[in-house]
């Protein structure tokens, strides 16, 4: 038996089992989600109304990933020293200070680069560490009626859900409704500041070490080296937010003339369906994941080169319709990679390193958030059509490498 094994059993022991446990977690994860991706609507608003330029709200999403990645990878380390529930605190914590300076952003522009790096610092912590609490209250002893996939499902939901409505509320607010620079976040704060108790309550699954045991903790992560996540997961879970990016950050941008005076609206529409659809795939990605290959992650990476397919279509005939169909297409693939990639993250991780894995896992993947920036950056010299065609030849690049190595380097747990 491993330390880390010895710790989890030891946790368990004499546990309050309450089914409910995890979705007091699950609710804190989709509170700091929602906190993350609310701004993101209000990018086009905040061009438009307050006149802030293409760099300053470039710098609102380099902010934001400042946080988020290193809380993505130190918050882990933490989770595993200190337990779960005090990450988890501060994260909502940090969720509700960056709504606050962005509704109070009218003080000055250094005010919303401050809010967003707390939002940027609650999602990281609450991905990391709400992921890993949710897993591990999605099994037994805490969870009787919960299978292998439920804790990977169910933090993909959360997360995917939290994005969406956050999302859609201050998208629908800033298209058409009042204070639309404070009413966003004020709805936000109402619906996350009775998880600073609520998330109290859920069974601690990683007690604090002892000193002893604490000096052991690190941040580089073991399992991290393992084949299977340098040579599969690592390939895969970039796409995933490339994807997002595309779908809501890039593809509104390029069809902003078709859109007219309903641009903000139009983004928020795909940015809400592409969430979704992501969320409404879990029981199909529960049936496609298999544990003894990447069938998961290659069904993931070909629906994400259809969507490409469609999205080139949509640019070129200027088609919103069409837009919204990569968008849902975009979704599926999302939804489906993301809980395959957290469910081979769970098999390769042992039980100790597992919040620091996921850590991992989300700060590559986040990378994929850069490609619009990157390929507006490229536009010119290349056309977008180029550029477009060329992350198709990447993606089937990814897509052979997987399905080459799906059935190679198996957790043998």
Not at 24 to 30: D, N, R
Not at 201 to 229: C, I, Q, Y
Request: charged share 10%.
């Amino acid at each position: 038996m491993t330390a880390g094994t010895t710790r989890t059993a030891a946790s368990t022991s004499g546990v309050r089992r309450s089914p409910r446990d995890w979705v007091l977690v699950f609710g804190a994860l989709f509170v700091c989600a929602w906190a993350g991706n609310q701004f993101s609507p209000l990018l086009v608003m905040y061009q438009e109304q307050d006149h802030f330029s293409a760099s300053t709200v470039t710098a609102f999403l380099g902010i934001y990933v400042l946080g988020l990645v290193p809380a993505l990878v130190i918050s882990g380390a933490v989770a595993d020293r200190v337990g779960r529930r005090p990450p988890m605190i501060a994260a909502v914590v940090a969720a509700l200070i960056g709504s606050v300076l962005i509704a109070i952003g009218g003080l000055g522009l250094w005010v919303i680069f401050l809010g967003r790096m707390f939002s940027g610092i609650a999602v990281g912590t609450a991905t990391a560490v709400g992921t890993t609490w949710l897993k591990e209250l999605s099994r037994e002893p805490f969870d009787q009626d919960a299978d292998a996939s439920s804790g990977a499902r169910r933090a993909s939901l959360a997360f995917t859900l939290g994005s969406a409505v956050g999302a859609l509320v201050a998208g629908c607010i800033a298209q058409w409704g009042p204070w639309t620079h404070v009413l966003p976040f004020l709805l936000h704060l109402i619906v996350a500041i009775p998880f600073l108790l609520l998330i109290l309550r859920p069974t601690e699954t990683a007690p604090a070490r002892t000193r002893r045991d604490a000096g052991r903790g690190r941040l580089l992560v073991a399992s991290a080296r393992h084949r299977r996540f340098v040579r599969i997961v690592m390939i895969c879970c970039p796409w995933l937010f490339i994807a997002c990016g595309l779908s809501y950050g890039y593809q509104p941008v390029l069809l902003k003339d078709a859109a007219g005076g309903l641009g903000l609206a139009y983004g928020t529409l795909l940015s809400v369906i592409a969430l979704g659809t992501g969320a409404a795939v879990q029981p199909l990605a529960k049936r496609i994941d298999s544990v003894s290959s990447a069938r998961g992650l290659l069904v993931s990476l070909g629906t994400l080169i259809v969507g490409i397919v469609v999205m080139i279509v949509a640019v070129t005939e200027e088609d919103l319709i069409v837009g919204v169909v990569a968008s849902i297409v975009f979704g599926v693939g999302f939804g489906i990679g993301l809980t395959s990639g957290l469910m081979e993250v769970q098999r390769i991780a042992p039980p100790d390193e597992l919040a620091r894995l996921t850590g991992v896992f989300y700060a590559v993947a986040y990378i994929g958030f850069a490609m619009p920036t990157v390929l507006a950056a490229l536009t010119p010299p290349f056309t977008t059509l180029e550029l477009l065609l060329a992350l198709i030849v990447f993606l089937g690049v990814s897509f052979g490498a997987i399905a080459v190595g799906s059935r190679r380097h198996l957790p043998l747990n």
